[in-house]
């Protein structure tokens, strides 16, 4: 019997970013059609990991987070969650990955990032060392890929803030550009457009249409290593 892959998701408050995310689940589900797929999420809305995990009456399960790092919410909330819930295993979160930083890089192409922009890159943050060193790391790809420097900057509980970036970095008669790593439309991607940057990219995941593939294959191959 497969494991139940039960992919794990912040949870928003955000119609958009609602969608989102279950694109992106729908779409992981088609990837693996052999699989039993579920949606759940550590905050903001239902159901919780362990809810779902207590609803499989006992069939094993991989919890896949949908998360870019591994903050509080992989470290705590779906470390419990598996370590009561016999059978589950707990996979690794999606970044850092070079594909992401690829995405990342496309989004900023998208929005009408100019040669001259400065960039600054726009993560939710986190107090978990590991985390910002994550996104440290994405920042370090998207810098290769662009061939210029990236700011990592942080929306909550890390430094230095998004808007601290922005005004740290600007040189006149230069844009800044703000790159949204965040998976989804929500709070967090509202308050990177308000950060001060002249353009700002969106999330990885489109509020409408099919997720990138390569979301989806990160998604899947979390799963397979789990």
Known sequence: MNPVLVASAHGT????GRRA?????????RARPELEVRAAFVDVQPPEPSHVLAGLDGRPARLVPLLLSAGYHVYVDLTEAAAGSPGTTLCGALGPDPRLAALLRDRLV?????????VVMAAAGSSQR???ADCERVAAD??????????????????????????AVRVPGRRV????????????????ARAGGDLTSRPLLPPHGEPPPALVDIVVERYGSG
């Open 142 to 167: 998207l810098s290769s890929l662009l061939g210029r420097p990236v700011t990592p900057a942080y929306l909550s509980a890390a430094e230095p803030t998004v808007a601290d970036a922005v005004a």
């Open 21 to 29: 995310v279950g694109a992106l689940v729908a779409a992981v589900a």
């Open 13 to 16: 408050g955000s119609p958009a």
């Open 177 to 192: 550009a703000v790159a949204t790593y965040l998976l989804a439309p929500g709070f967090f991607a509202d308050r990177a």
């Open 110 to 118: 998208e929005a009408g990032l100019r040669d001259d922009d400065v």
């Open 130 to 132: 590991s985390a910002v």
